[in-house]
């Protein structure tokens, strides 16, 4: 049964890990209530660590502390509705000593309470604003030995933001409030003192960010369907006036290739994305993406004829290869209206080259210039996400048709009809998987999302899989 698709809502979850975006011009934020968000796929839970200096009474002094703060943020919003953070908890480690300070003089055992208070920054570009959010320590006992953790919990006001752009939230230094709980049946007499920390220099102090879709303009598709067809720009066009674009960060490309008559899978080293965007129409909601890159050149053995021992490097090139190294890329994202998973379909035109043969270890001279005579067209589709991983390829049935070669030998031999021969028809296979790698600054690796280190191991485990198939059975 064919997947049916059609143009990728707004729905996007993966655009939580690049930024925020409202249609509105004005204020940063506001804070109140606004209209309820619509359902949005799974929100982000997101965490942050800093360290901070607090300065407490004599004899103690400035003290390095660490708060770890954590929180769920949406996956996405609309401008119209309120970005509503939940969960938010910041966790303070005082050293033993500092926590005794707290107690009454030569008490060793006792439980503290109080508040903590910081200001959730929130910032885009040169603007900026902050959000109060007051958090409550509940009674905390104080372990017999080692140091005391307090957790603070609370609740953040619902946030409207207004300003197109990509929006952060960024953690601050704590004010700390804390005093020994009191015995049963007394109040405290005194308000405890405030202690204002400052955050250290040079630290990491993103908690997270978010998207802002905007709303879709009503009645715009509907009144000019042939109109907006007609002027829809192709998947590598700039971005129009009704399009937003988001840089797409580091994107690992890993390449590989079955050719039919060989038997024989090309696979490459991992190339990149260059100047990728995702680029958003703000009129339907559709969206597509575009980029640069360079495929790297890869060595493979196979039996010619069947029974030759070969050895060449094939290499995806430009079509103007002579000229450039880059090759353009832009495609359509499309979604399943059953399933809601997204997929990429895009088309690269190149030419396929091929150098350094050796048959049986003898080196075998194919000139500068043993390239296929037209182009190779490599239609590809299979599930993607732009700011996560995708596993994309061409037809399982009709593959890609690889053309007879020209230019092939020096000295006056004339090797294309043999490579043409050994190497050239349809049926062979294209496998492409991207990886969109998140940046992690947590010093603890295990702490950093899928993604951060490196493709994930079930995408890996996925790719081998497709490897291993297509050297069984080539298409």
């Known amino acids: 049964m064919p997947r049916r698709v059609r143009p990728r809502t707004l729905t996007v979850s993966a655009l939580a ?11 940063l934020t506001g804070v109140g209530s606004a209209a309820p968000a619509p359902a949005v796929p799974p929100d982000t839970n997101a965490k942050t660590s800093v360290t901070v200096t607090c300065p407490f009474a004599d004899p103690l002094g400035a003290r390095k502390l660490t708060t770890e703060t954590a929180a769920t943020l949406p996956a996405q ?69 080692g ?86 720009p192709a998947p590598g066009d700039p971005p129009t006036e009704d399009e937003f674009a988001v840089p797409l960060s580091l994107v690992t490309i890993m390449t590989r290739s079955t050719v039919k008559k060989l038997g024989a899978t090309v696979t490459a080293d991992p190339s990149f994305l260059i100047n990728g965007l995702f680029i958003l129409n703000l009129n339907d909601g559709s969206s597509r993406v575009t980029g640069s890159t360079t495929f790297n050149r890869a060595t493979t053995s196979f039996l010619g004829f069947g029974f030759v021992p070969t050895t060449a490097t094939v290499e995806f090139l430009p079509v103007d290869y002579r000229n450039s190294k880059i090759i353009e890329v832009a495609g359509n994202i499309t979604t399943d209206p059953d399933t809601g998973a997204t997929f990429l379909n895009t088309t690269l035109q190149v030419m396929a ?57 020096t000295g006056g031999q004339d090797l294309s009809p043999l490579l ?27 702490q950093c999302p899928p993604g951060s280190n490196g493709p994930p191991p079930d995408a890996l485990k996925a790719a081998a899989k497709h490897a291993e198939k297509a050297v069984k059975k080539p298409h």
């Open 17 to 27: 890990a690049v930024g925020l975006l409202s249609a509105v011009n004005g204020a």
């Open 147 to 232: 140091d005391v953790t307090l957790t603070a919990t609370g609740a953040v006001p619902e946030i409207a933001l207004n300003t197109v752009g990509a929006v952060t939230f960024d953690v601050t230094a704590p004010t700390l409030s804390l005093t020994t709980v009191p015995p049963a049946g007394t109040v405290a007499t005194q308000p405890a003192p405030l202690i204002a920390c400052t955050l250290d220099p040079d630290q990491q102090t993103t908690l997270g960010k978010v998207l802002v879709l905007p709303p879709v303009k009503p009645g715009t598709a509907a009144k000019k369907p042939a109109a907006a067809a007609a002027e829809a």
């Open 77 to 145: 919003a609309k401008t119209g509705t309120s970005a509503t953070i939940r969960g938010f908890a910041t966790k303070l480690t005082l050293p033993r000593d500092v926590a005794l300070s707290f107690l009454p003089a030569g008490a060793t055992a006792g439980s503290l309470q109080g508040s903590l208070d910081v200001d959730l920054a929130v910032h885009q570009g040169d603007r900026a604003d902050k959000v109060p959010v007051p958090l409550t320590v509940a009674a905390t006992p104080l372990p017999d030995t």
């Open 353 to 409: 080259r091929l150098s350094n043969a050796k048959v049986n270890g003898v080196p075998l001279d194919l000139g500068p210039d043993c390239v296929t005579a037209q182009t190779v067209t490599l239609t590809l589709d299979g599930p993607y996400e732009a700011f996560g991983v995708g596993h994309i390829q061409t037809d399982p049935e009709k593959g890609f048709r690889l053309p007879a070669f020209t230019g092939c030998g």
């Open 420 to 446: 043409t021969g050994m190497s050239s028809g349809d049926g062979n296979q294209a496998y492409v998987d991207t990886y969109n790698l998140v940046v992690c600054t947590d010093p603890d690796s295990t």
